[in-house]
């Protein structure tokens, strides 16, 4: 019985010091699935481990819709201690309901708010910092070169000239600006753009929040804006009718001459015409007010009931610097967040890092608002394109869908807010709008 009990102590004893030796356990998910961003995290991982041999490290790796089901369920339960996932709206939705862990303390430790200074705005809410963007990608104006050169057109800076711009095209049997609706994401770009130079950064926000009425007059003067393209003919003519994957032959042809999308529109460029491509930001329309632009940015958090939180944050350093972000970018052909990294040798990200590298940035519509308000609301935008008469209406229904859907968000905050004071949990309920995948997995 004695040489039993020692033989059992043994083994106990042998198995910790083989998990010692192993190392403390961290788990990283990841929703990066796609060949490109799959390696890029692979490598990521592999040289985290060559750097810090005293951690166990365990990397998963999910498709980009299971996974987004699946992070519901981890973060209320049982979570990893590493997970990807997205700024704005979608990150925020977490944070609120307190699931995701503050890490303020490596803004502040590492100066962050200096290397990240175009996506902060996406990575903060309630004054706090709640992950690390490792990789964005900008939106705006790609037009045919080779167009606008026959017909002695410049790169339009203002709304007059951008006007000016597409009566010349059409003057020459060129469709302005080709477009698919048919997945109304598409024409929320061009609300956002609008809102943006009409009305500036902070009210756009605050619209997105829920601050601020569809029926202002501000936002009806973003659709006076929009009406003027509609009323010149300049869109592709029943753009409902495409995805935007089907409005790109139209460029490619030569039918039309400029396309508002992500740096992801680069991908479908054969590799003859890359030449005849170039790429301008969204216009100015009101001089006194400061660029912001569209730039949808990727991240890593720590769960609020992670249980290796110092080795999340190693890794989260990890991933935070020049040399890590460069690295993922140059697999991925986007940007890297952090301003010091030096982005792919690409002209439009080149254009992308110069345009993103001092302005405030926007995530998207339906990254930037509650999920259920963008799935109403670019809904509304599609109906717009075709029916602008419709206009206040649509903005009617939409402020009362705004007055609901926010109201019902507050009083879920409410809700967890008092669960926790009385030593419970709350249920999340998150609603994913029906957005269109990307070449690029998920916009």
């Known amino acids: ?89 979608r990150m925020k939705a977490f944070v609120d309901r307190g699931l995701l862990d503050d890490v303020s303390d490596l803004w502040q430790k590492n100066n962050y708010d200096q290397a990240f200074k175009s996506t902060l705005p996406a990575m903060t809410v309630n004054g706090k910092q709640w992950g690390i963007p490792f990789a964005y990608y900008q939106w705006g104006v790609y037009y045919r070169k080779d167009i606008f050169e026959k017909y002695g057109i410049s790169e339009p800076k203002t709304w007059d000239e951008f006007v000016a711009a597409g009566k010349k095209l059409k003057e020459n049997g060129i469709i302005p600006l080709t477009i698919g609706t048919k997945f109304p994401w598409t024409a929320a770009g061009w609300f956002d753009y609008l809102d943006l130079r009409t009305n500036g950064f902070d009210f756009h926000i605050q619209l997105m929040d829920g601050k601020v009425p569809y029926t202002d007059p501000k936002v009806k003067e973003v659709f006076a804006k929009w009406k003027e393209l509609l009323d010149a003919g300049f869109f592709l003519p029943n753009s409902s009718n495409y995805s935007w994957q089907e409005s790109v032959p139209f460029l490619m042809n030569g039918k039309a001459g400029m396309i508002l999308l992500g740096n992801f529109f680069t991908q479908t460029i054969p590799d003859n015409m890359h030449d005849k491509f170039g790429f301008f930001p969204f216009p100015t329309i009101k001089a006194d007010i400061p660029d912001a632009e569209d730039a949808p940015v990727d991240t890593i958090h720590i769960p609020a009931k992670a249980k290796n939180k110092a080795g999340a944050r190693k890794f989260l350093e990890f991933v935070a610097t020049p040399e890590t972000q460069q ?26 890092a110069k345009l993103l590298a001092n302005a405030k940035a926007a995530q998207f519509y339906d990254r930037d608002t509650n999920p259920e308000m963008a799935t109403e609301g670019m809904k509304g935008f599609q109906e717009f394109m075709v029916y602008p008469s419709r206009i206040d209406s649509i903005l009617q229904r939409l402020e009362k869908i705004e007055e609901r859907v926010f109201k019902e968000q507050a009083n879920e905050a409410s809700s967890r807010v008092k669960g926790e004071s009385n030593g419970g949990e709350s249920s999340l309920k998150l609603v994913e709008p029906n957005s269109e995948k990307t070449l690029l997995g998920v916009r």
């Open 1 to 89: 019985m004695i040489k039993r009990a020692v033989t059992s102590s043994l083994i106990l004893v042998l198995a910790c010091l083989s998990f010692t030796a192993k190392g403390e356990k961290l788990v990283i998910n990841s929703n990066q699935s796609d060949p490109a961003p799959k390696a890029a995290f692979t490598k990521v991982v592999e040289e985290f481990k060559k750097q810090n041999p005293d951690l166990q490290v365990e990397f998963n790796t999910m498709d980009h819709e299971g996974y987004k089901t699946a992070i519901r369920n981890w973060l209320t339960t049982e979570p990893p201690d590493v997970v990807i996932w997205f700024a704005g709206n």
């Open 327 to 352: 690295m993922i970018a140059e697999e991925i052909k986007e940007l890297p967040a952090n301003q010091n990294a030096k982005p792919p040798a690409d002209p439009f990200l080149e254009a992308g």
